[in-house]
């Protein structure tokens, strides 16, 4: 007997700690087919998906590459008997902490979904974040700064309409307390506020990676002591004069993000549009990793990494040790210039018989706005 069990009824019982129920979704069915066959809904005994199982996740506009025509799926049947909605708008920075999105209404609309993408132009990586009765929506579930494609469709019944042309929106910060503060490494937009013409960039750079660990294995093939990666620098910071700027022109922040296992961070930058640079701070440098000779058994330790610099220059990394009773230690990372911001990761280390312990990946930097 098949199953009465179908996607959207487990949606409420799939982990909800990050991403879309899409992506959560998307993750579980990459899991071996054995888990499913207990689901004879889903599949046939040959293996494959049901008719039934594929409808319905093309109804629910999952991103199910191989099941749905497109890799998103069509839209359910008899779309082209509701107008798709016009004109839609997503404010760019007017708003403080939300996105507000309007539309022109639809005749016969019972009521619209709204989709967003958090990754660019790309329909099958949306994911529906409301629905709305009347041709617009706010949007609160944003990062400030940060930039959303938006679509809607509408609905009448059980037919909805094909989506609309997408539109691209961010939210302002609360600006009543005169400064923004930004510290995920990504890209970011701000909008001067009205009647401001100077604004002080603080910038801190992406820790840098701790270098990775070796070992090395004697003539006869034994694991010797390992080699250790020193820790990452810290990244630098900046802090400048107040900076020129003119009332509501756009700017773009970008925060380093911290390097991977022997990888340099990112700089913190500030720019305005035509890609000027106004300000940056320097990331860390990435500590080298340990060498292990592989004749000669003999081990080695890595140097740390050197901090950013700036008007504060961001800690070294330190050196990776041997220890003496053939434990092999890495660096600890350099703290950022700002301490735990932007700090650098420790470097990798192990030990006789080949355990590995990898190298830790720096800190994000931030970038605070104040005018």
């Known amino acids: ?24 979704f998307i993750k579980i069915l ?114 400030v700064g940060k930039v959303y494609w ?10 909805f309409s094909v989506y609309s042309d997408p539109d691209t929106g961010f939210s302002q910060p609360n600006l009543v307390n005169g400064f923004v503060y930004f510290d995920k490494g990504g890209t970011y937009n701000f909008i001067v506020p009205a009647g401001v013409t100077g604004i002080i960039f603080d910038g801190i750079g992406g820790g840098a990676g701790g270098g990775g660990a070796a070992w090395s294995r004697a003539a006869g093939g034994v694991l010797q002591n390992a080699g250790s990666g020193g820790g990452g620098g810290g990244g ?64 080695a330790a890595g140097p740390g990494g050197a901090g950013g610099t700036g ?5 070294p990394g330190g050196d990776g040790q041997i220890g003496t009773t053939g434990v092999a230690h890495g660096g600890s990372g350099g703290p950022g210039a700002g301490g735990a911001i932007g700090a650098g990761g420790n470097g990798g280390s192990s030990g006789p018989g080949g355990i590995m312990y990898s190298a830790i990946s720096g800190r994000d930097g931030a970038v605070k706005l104040s005018w």
Do not use: H
């Open 1 to 24: 007997m098949p199953s009465p069990i179908r996607p959207s009824q487990i949606k409420d019982l799939i982990p909800s700690a990050t991403g879309s129920f899409c992506e959560k």
């Open 30 to 143: 990459r899991l071996p087919a054995l888990f499913y066959q207990i689901y004879l809904w889903w599949y046939y005994e040959d293996g494959s998906f049901t008719e039934d199982f594929k409808a319905e996740i093309c109804l629910m506009r999952c991103v199910c590459a191989g099941l749905c025509p497109g890799g998103g799926g069509p839209s359910p049947p008899g779309t082209t008997d509701i107008p798709k909605p016009l004109n839609l708008q997503a404010t760019d920075g007017t708003v403080a902490l939300k996105v507000v999105l309007t539309w022109d209404s639809v005749v016969g609309a019972e009521s619209y979904e709204i989709w967003r993408s958090d990754s660019g132009n790309v329909l099958g990586l949306a994911f529906r974040i409301g629905t709305s009765s009347t041709p617009n929506f706010d949007d609160a579930q944003v990062t």
């Open 150 to 159: 938006y679509w809607v469709r509408a609905k009448k019944g059980v037919l």
């Open 236 to 299: 630098g910071r900046n802090t400048t004069a107040p900076i020129t700027v003119v009332p509501t022109e756009q700017l773009t922040v970008i925060v380093g993000a911290g390097g991977a296992g022997g990888q340099n961070g990112g700089f913190s930058q500030l720019f305005r549009s035509g890609s000027v640079s106004l300000a940056s701070a320097n990331s860390g440098k990435a500590g080298i990793g340990g060498a292990a000779g592989y004749a000669d058994g003999v081990p």
């Open 311 to 315: 008007t504060a220059t961001g800690t």
